[in-house]
């Protein structure tokens, strides 16, 4: 029987189990199996042209310049600078010589509060928020101590990346910063 797809060499031996077959085997039109935390793509762009202006702090910038040099659609560009001029991330000058620029400098602006100013408060679960009326289980839910730590431990990472850390180059593949776990959850 042939299949289209991917089977990883080490698969092949014949003292491999069934189920080793199968967890390596992936036809071409199934999902990537990684798990992913996303941002939603107007937090993605929002960072993208936080970035753009961090690079070049010393000038401000029209909607129209940042979506031709990030290469975003215009009216995306333009709801983003709105909401973020809004939470005073940034600053907007109307007139023919107007634009926008950083509020303050990008080593005072974190990943956080442009997360936060776009999609709201840095949550995983709705029981670590504030409201916590979505959850029926809250009560006696046994893993909310633990989501509690993570929500921190994610919230605290974003923190510690500012703006001039994301404008900074760094070379393709390589992590600025060294990996180590964010947090423990149990001894």
Do not use: H
Request: glycine share 6%.
């Amino acid at each position: 029987m042939a299949f289209r797809g991917e089977i990883a060499p080490q698969a092949v031996s014949r003292e491999a189990p069934v189920r080793t077959l199968a967890r390596v085997f992936r036809p071409l039109w199934a999902k990537p199996t990684t798990a992913v935390i996303r941002l939603t793509k107007q937090t993605d762009y929002g960072i993208v042209l936080m970035t753009q202006l961090a690079a070049s702090s010393d000038s401000l910038w029209s909607a129209t310049d940042l979506s031709v040099a990030t290469r975003l659609p215009t009216p995306m560009v333009s709801k983003i600078l709105k909401l973020l001029v809004r939470s005073e991330l940034l600053d907007s000058q109307r007139g023919a010589k107007g634009g926008y620029s950083l509020s303050r400098p990008a080593s005072e602006i974190s990943v956080a509060e442009i997360i936060a100013a776009l999609e709201g408060p840095i949550a995983m679960t709705e029981c670590v928020e504030e409201s916590t009326d979505e959850c029926s289980y809250e009560s006696f839910c046994g893993a909310r101590a633990n989501w509690q730590t993570i929500n921190q431990a994610v919230r605290e990472a974003l923190e510690g990346i500012t703006l001039s850390d994301m404008a900074a180059p760094s070379p393709l593949g390589q992590a600025t910063r060294p990996q180590s776990p964010l947090v423990s959850l149990g001894s």
